[in-house]
């Protein structure tokens, strides 16, 4: 159990904006839950979203990583800076253009993640306990499913950087 508790928030009284409201709450439960998490990570959960960048995709320049991820340039290298010296991350020359950096995992980085996601995934079935996992399967499947339709080609990691982070360019 997490120090998380509902806010108790009623639900709206109007059939219109029930949609609105429970996003809005699942979102914002989920956020305080996955920033608890992730607080020991350099940038919190930023910093858990470039961590999963790095991991789960070909390795990515520093530039691409910060544009997909709506990261200020200057930001992700200070970011990067921390992870590296975390032994997250490492910047590797690219082969094809020796101005270019790519940002390639560790081991350690790969494990760091590997538990971050076990406890956000942890945190994701608390939060959803109300409901039985064959409920809980179909809300992720039709929540995805709405995502992807509302906003096609939409990149994941940076549509849930700008709306957990809501701004660009985080200081450091």
Do not use: N
Not at 3 to 29: F, I, K, M, N
Not at 42 to 56: D, E, K, N, T, W
Not at 62 to 83: E, S
Not at 118 to 140: F, I, K, M, W, Y
């Amino acid at each position: 159990m997490t120090d998380h508790e509902p806010t108790g928030s009623p639900a709206p009284s109007t059939q219109g904006s029930v949609v609105g409201w429970a996003l809005a709450v699942l979102l914002r439960e989920w956020s305080a839950r996955v920033e608890d998490i992730s607080r020991d990570l350099p940038h919190g959960v930023r910093g858990y979203q470039v961590l999963s960048a790095v991991v789960h995709e070909a390795p990515p320049t520093q530039a691409a990583l910060a544009a997909r991820l709506g990261i200020d340039r200057t930001v992700m290298t200070y970011l990067l800076d921390k992870f590296e010296g975390c032994g997250l991350v490492e910047r590797r020359q690219d082969p094809a253009d020796r101005r270019a950096r790519r940002i390639v995992p560790t081991e350690h980085g790969r494990r760091v993640l590997a538990e971050l996601d076990a406890r956000v995934a942890r945190a994701e079935d608390e939060l959803l306990s109300g409901l039985v996992p064959e409920d809980r399967r179909v809300l992720t499947a039709l929540l995805e499913h709405a995502a992807t339709r509302a906003a096609p080609g939409e990149d994941r990691c940076a549509a849930a950087a700008r709306s957990v982070g809501g701004r660009t360019s985080d200081t450091v």
